[in-house]
Nanobody, 115 residues
Framework: QVQLVESVGGLVQAGGSLRLSCTASGSRHSIGTMGWYRQAPAKQRELVAVYGGGGSTNYADSVKGRFTISRDNAKNTVYLQMNSLKPEDTAVYLC?????????WGQGTQVTVSS
């Protein structure tokens, strides 16, 4: 069974950087869009960045210019490089991928940015 395995987030000071990764385990699966969402306490889940199967990318306005999504298709892995982090970036970050035409979610990883 395919699983999305996320790297561990962490605690970082404002202005710092962090990189997340998410790997779709298992082979012989069609993997389309991969990306990241986040959910802060008492807030709705929101899109952070997505990387389409065709190579297109899309970012939330709040992270444009600070976050970069990239993808290694050979490794079935998507990365999220987060720079100039702000306290309002604090959330659980969840990997999302379309695998065999079905949307799948990772377990989530906590990112905390201290002021």
């Amino acid at each position: 069974q395919v699983q999305l395995v996320e790297s561990v987030g962490g605690l970082v000071q404002a202005g710092g950087s962090l990189r997340l990764s998410c790997t779709a385990s298992g082979s012989r699966h069609s993997i389309g869009t991969m990306g990241w969402y986040r959910q802060a306490p008492a807030k709705q889940r929101e899109l952070v960045a997505v990387y389409g199967g065709g190579g297109s990318t899309n970012y939330a306005d709040s992270v444009k210019g600070r976050f970069t999504i990239s993808r290694d298709n050979a490794k079935n892995t998507v990365y999220l490089q987060m720079n100039s982090l702000k306290p309002e970036d604090t959330a659980v970050y969840l990997c999302y991928a379309v695998i065999d035409y079905n949307g799948r979610w990772g377990q989530g990883t906590q990112v905390t940015v201290s002021s």
